[in-house]
């Protein structure tokens, strides 16, 4: 019921997913009188769907203090419930991230030796696809949390994109060690010493995102959500500054047609509704966050990313490399203590 469009978005895609996905079946959770006049006309899409009805909904712009409290008859609750009681294996929003991650955390608990969970990211780059986490769930984080966040990353990138030993790099202001805070240069100084199966490549510049220099890229959710909003950004500027040159004339608007095949690529390519989701990692669990301005190709990207983990084992790969980390954390912790 959330999202910027509501409903009707989350129908739309369905019927995209169920035509990708044809041995998925889907819990529908919301008002019913909104929901079945938008299943009225897709008797097939219908027969995969199971409607259960919340007389409420999450407001967009409630605090998850509140909403965790006053929210347990919402639709946002009882998709996270039916996930903790193995009803589904998945649950996917496209509402308040807050409040998803709030009611995710106390329904389904976080993961043996996680501190806080993070959100990671499909990021396109230019030799495919890299994750980037955390993206918006945490403001500050500790050395701890993010040798957490790659290990973390670096096994969803394994179950999810298929990468044997995945290339994992801490995001920095620069590639040289003496610079960095001390969050940053202590998780390098970890993660630099521990049996993994990835391969720490040191720091990375933001440039380098883009450029895939490498699988994994940890940050910290405040750096992460603003460099995932100013790529999206500059996406969305280069395809309107593309649209208005091939406009502006009639050799520009003959040349778009000539290249009409190489613009569709492109397009394809900048579009940030092919990678939409952020996901949940560090719960006892699967959840998925799609953008809130999603359109139905948008969502439908988020649905297949959770179904994706779902199929991958993601959570269970991430215990078992958690418990490869966290000897040595204990070891380094105990030493600086001393």
Same mark, same amino acid.
């Given at each position: 019921m959330?999202?910027?469009?509501?409903?009707?978005?989350?129908?739309?895609a369905?019927?995209?997913?169920?035509?990708?996905?044809?041995?998925?079946?889907?819990?529908?959770?919301?008002?019913?009188?909104?929901?079945?006049?938008?299943?009225?006309?897709?008797?097939?899409?219908l027969?995969? +769907?199971?409607?259960?009805?919340? %007389?409420? $909904? #999450?407001?967009?712009?409630e =605090? !998850?203090?509140?909403? /965790?409290?006053?929210?347990?008859?919402?639709?946002?609750?009882?998709?996270?419930?039916?996930?903790?009681k193995?009803e589904?294996?998945?649950?996917?929003?496209a509402?308040?991230?807050g409040?998803?991650?709030?009611?995710?955390?106390?329904?389904?608990?976080?993961?043996?030796?996680?501190?806080?969970p993070?959100?990671?990211?499909l990021?396109?780059?230019?030799?495919?696809?890299?994750?980037?986490?955390?993206?918006?769930?945490?403001?500050?984080?500790s050395?701890?949390q993010?040798?957490?966040?790659? +290990?973390?990353?670096?096994?969803? %990138?394994r $179950? #999810?994109?298929?990468?044997? =030993? !995945?290339?994992v790099? /801490?995001?920095?202001?620069g590639?040289?060690?003496?610079?960095?805070?001390?969050?940053?240069?202590?998780?390098?100084?970890?993660?630099?010493?521990?049996?993994l199966p990835?391969?720490?490549?040191?720091?990375?510049?933001?440039?380098?995102?883009?450029?895939g220099?490498v699988?994994?890229?940890v940050?910290?959710?405040?750096?992460?959500?603003?460099?995932?909003?100013?790529?999206?950004g500059?996406?969305n500027?280069?395809m309107?500054?593309?649209?208005?040159?091939?406009r502006?004339?009639?050799?520009?608007?003959i040349?778009?047609?000539? %290249?009409?095949?190489?613009?569709?690529?492109l397009?394809?390519?900048?579009?940030p509704?092919?990678?939409?989701?952020?996901?949940?990692?560090?719960?006892?669990?699967?959840?998925?966050?799609s953008?809130?301005?999603?359109?139905?190709?948008?969502?439908?990207?988020?649905?297949?990313?959770?179904?994706?983990m779902?199929?991958?084992?993601?959570?269970?790969?991430?215990?078992?490399?958690?418990?490869?980390?966290?000897?040595?954390?204990?070891?380094?912790?105990?030493?600086?203590?001393?």
């Open positions: 959330g999202g910027d469009s509501g409903p009707g978005v989350v129908v739309a369905l019927g995209r997913s169920m035509l990708r996905h044809p041995s998925v079946r889907f819990l529908v959770h919301g008002d019913e009188s909104r929901l079945k006049p938008l299943f009225a006309k897709r008797a097939k899409l027969a995969r +769907v199971e409607i259960r009805h919340a %007389a409420e $909904a #999450v407001r967009m712009d =605090k !998850p203090s509140i909403a /965790l409290r006053r929210g347990r008859n919402t639709s946002m609750w009882h998709a996270i419930q039916s996930v903790q193995k589904a294996e998945v649950a996917i929003s509402g308040n991230t409040a998803l991650m709030a009611m995710s955390m106390f329904q389904l608990g976080v993961l043996p030796g996680i501190e806080r993070a959100i990671a990211a990021w396109p780059t230019r030799r495919g696809q890299s994750v980037v986490l955390d993206v918006g769930a945490n403001v500050g984080t050395a701890a993010l040798v957490d966040f790659a +290990v973390m990353g670096e096994a969803f %990138a $179950a #999810v994109l298929g990468l044997e =030993k !995945p290339t790099g /801490l995001l920095n202001v590639a040289e060690d003496v610079k960095g805070n001390e969050a940053v240069k202590g998780a390098a100084g970890i993660l630099r010493d521990v049996t990835m391969e720490f490549k040191g720091f990375v510049e933001g440039d380098d995102i883009s450029g220099e699988d994994v890229v940050t910290d959710g405040f750096t992460g959500n603003i460099a995932l909003k100013t790529a999206e500059t996406a500027m280069i309107h500054f593309l649209r208005s040159a091939l502006r004339s009639l050799l520009g608007r040349g778009a047609v000539i %290249a009409s095949g190489a613009f569709r690529t397009r394809r390519k900048l579009d509704r092919a990678a939409n989701g952020g996901i949940f990692l560090g719960l006892n669990g699967v959840v998925v966050k953008h809130g301005g999603a359109d139905a190709l948008g969502f439908a990207s988020a649905l297949d990313m959770a179904i994706d779902a199929r991958a084992g993601v959570v269970s790969r991430i215990v078992s490399d958690l418990a490869g980390v966290s000897g040595k954390m204990s070891r380094l912790e105990g030493a600086a203590a001393s």
